[in-house]
Nanobody, 116 residues
Framework: QVQLAESGGGLVQAGGSLRLSCAAS?????????MGWYRQAPGKQRELVAT???????NYADSVKGRFTISRDNAKKTVYLQMNSLKPEDTAVYSC?????????WGQGTQVTVSS
């Protein structure tokens, strides 16, 4: 059974930083095509934040480019999201994702709150 364990959310002031982590278990590294993060703010649709492929190709939402950095440790099957220069509009539940050739998995989500 594939599980994604997220950590690192919390409350931070605007301009601050947080680092999210997501560790995958119950899956072989070679079966993971990509991992990433989505977020959903209250009353808004879920949106892509960033993804990274097994080969290290990254993709970012325009709203976070230059502020967020996604990275992964293949040996640990872990993906990280370094979030700098946080803004109140970054407040949301951030969910980790993991895709294989035939399936898509989601974590439980972790709350990120940025105060002004």
């Amino acid at each position: 059974q594939v599980q994604l364990a997220e950590s690192g959310g919390g409350l931070v002031q605007a301009g601050g930083s947080l680092r999210l982590s997501c560790a995958a278990s119950g899956i072989i590294f070679y079966n993971i095509n990509s991992m990433g993060w989505y977020r959903q703010a209250p009353g808004k649709q879920r949106e892509l934040v960033a993804t990274i492929t097994r080969g290290g190709i990254t993709n970012y939402a325009d709203s976070v480019k230059g502020r967020f950095t996604i990275s992964r440790d293949n040996a640990k099957k872990t993906v990280y999201l370094q979030m700098n220069s946080l803004k109140p509009e970054d407040t949301a539940v951030y969910s980790c994702t993991c895709s294989t050739i035939d399936n898509y998995y989601w974590g439980q989500g972790t709350q990120v709150t940025v105060s002004s």
